[in-house]
């Protein structure tokens, strides 16, 4: 079975650094996408990035573009999101997710993500 676990998240102050970690399992071809989604307070589930395992390629929304990093470790199955120069609005739970077995490059769409992790809180304060 597919499975994603989310985490690195926590409190930090505006300006800040975290890296969340999703580390993944049970997948047998490697066409597919790790996206990271988040959620904050009262708002819909926002796309942030997604990477293809298979070759590299990212996509990022505009509100992370420049700040946040995706990468993967295919050796460790495990693909990270490094976030730079936190902002109190970057405060969400955050999860990541799978389309599996094809992905759509650039997709951040969470209707067509496949599998979900459990979530992780960041909390950026002012």
């Known amino acids: 079975d597919v499975q994603l676990q989310a985490s690195g998240g926590g409190l930090v102050q505006a300006g800040g650094s975290l890296t969340l970690s999703c580390a993944t399992s049970?997948?047998?071809?490697?066409?597919?996408?790790i996206g990271w989604f988040r959620q904050a307070p009262g708002k819909e589930r926002e796309g942030v990035s997604c990477?293809?395992?298979?070759?590299?390629?990212?996509y990022y929304a505009d509100s992370v573009k420049g700040r946040f990093t995706i990468s993967s470790d295919n050796a460790k199955m495990t693909v990270y999101l490094q976030m730079n120069s936190l902002k109190p609005e970057d405060t969400a739970v955050y999860y990541c997710?799978?389309?599996?077995?094809?992905?759509?490059?650039?997709?951040?769409?969470?209707?067509?993500?496949?599998?979900w992790g459990q979530g992780t809180l960041v909390t950026v304060s002012s």
């Open positions: 990477i293809s395992v298979r070759d590299g390629s990212t």
């Open positions: 049970g997948f047998i071809f490697d066409d597919f996408g």
């Open positions: 997710a799978a389309q599996y077995p094809l992905f759509v490059p650039g997709s951040v769409a969470a209707h067509e993500y496949d599998y």
